[in-house]
């Protein structure tokens, strides 16, 4: 176990620029034994409200280190940008960027997928899946001592779900659309963008905004080698806090588009089968220069949502185009009408 965790020696490091329209709250305190450890949010850009918001979130699964890191990386590069790039300031007067590196301290502490409760923060959502899921892989309630636990039936969420929840509805509230990126790592070989559903294979209603900015990125990005696609089409799981997000915004028309960049580690561990030598490395590089090229690659991917968020009134389809997007996201995703 480590005593201090280099993430948030970064972020606290990062906390300490002084910049105008940058400023962080912590979101909660998460206990873990004596010790006490933030889960701080930071707010860059506009200070009016109804502005578009985009939300990086890193540090759900805590043995994910990766995902941290790279939102730690694209914090360090916005804020020095910051110091020096009037075009940038004036960009962030029309849009309010919230990065959320750590999520998991205490779960990133220990190498650990779930909290210091053992919860799996993205099986924790009250709500079932729609079609059926592969056990234990989508969520159980059986022991903490497994992976992918649920939490105990009717028991409230946990700190930091709960810590993620409440910001996300306090952005939606104040936001025409917000446009959220939860980075991950452990699946598969690709880098994969996925939408919801992650409980259902019904199409998710906004699925003509995901087409429109899978083209967005396919004009703009056009060598990138992200595949976005619903999460549905790889496994389906139980309590998914985005799709529980999302279907609650929803219920109250508010636009919330949650995307999850799942980096592939298994590429790493090809490279590098002495990887799997630690448990940490089936879902994190270990050479330093893999680490840094995936902290290099992504950077521009956020950079584009960031962008696309504080515009899209520009892409986001309306009216009979809105139609049209729609059917023909059918099609592409669903192979229908
Ligand atoms: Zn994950």
Not at 37 to 60: C, H, K, Q
Request: hydrophobic share 40%.
């Amino acid at each position: 176990m480590q005593s201090k965790l280099p993430e948030l020696a970064e972020l606290q490091r990062l906390l300490r620029f002084d910049i105008p329209r940058v400023h962080h709250e912590t979101l909660a305190q998460i206990t873990d034994g004596p010790r006490q450890f933030p889960v701080d949010a930071v707010f860059i850009g506009s200070e009016r409200l109804n502005v578009p918001t985009f939300l990086l979130v890193g540090g759900v699964h805590g043995v994910e280190r990766i995902g941290s890191q790279v939102v730690l990386a694209f914090l360090n590069s916005l804020l020095h940008r910051l110091t020096w790039d009037q075009q940038l300031q004036t960009a962030l007067e029309s849009v309010r960027i919230v990065c959320l590196p750590v999520l998991n301290p205490v779960g990133m502490i220990h190498q650990n997928r779930g909290n210091g409760n053992g919860v799996d923060l993205m099986r924790n959502a009250p709500m079932n899946a729609l079609d059926p899921i592969t056990w234990p892989f989508g969520g159980q309630r059986m022991t903490r001592r497994l992976p992918w636990f649920r939490g105990a039936l009717g028991k409230p969420l946990e700190v930091e779900s709960q810590a993620l929840c409440d910001l996300v509805e306090r952005l939606c509230q104040q936001s025409p659309m917000v446009m959220a990126l939860d980075v991950h790592s452990g699946f598969g070989s690709h880098d994969r963008l996925w939408f919801p559903m992650a409980g259902s294979r019904q199409p998710v209603p906004h699925i003509a905004d995901y087409y429109a900015l899978k083209k967005l990125l396919k004009r703009c990005h056009p060598h990138h080698r992200y595949l976005l696609e619903p999460q549905s089409h790889h496994y389906l799981c139980h309590g998914d806090l985005w799709d529980y997000l999302y279907l609650n915004a929803n219920s109250r028309q508010q636009t919330l588009l949650p995307i999850t960049l799942e980096l592939g580690s298994w590429r790493w561990v090809k490279k590098n089968p002495l990887q799997l030598r630690s448990f940490l490395g089936m879902f994190h590089p270990i050479k330093p220069h893999r680490v840094k090229r995936v902290l290099r690659e992504n950077l521009f991917l956020i950079e584009m949502l960031w962008r696309a968020s504080a515009n899209a009134d520009q892409w986001v389809p309306k009216g009979s185009k809105r139609q049209r997007m729609h059917k023909a996201a059918l099609r592409h995703w669903y192979q229908n009408d």
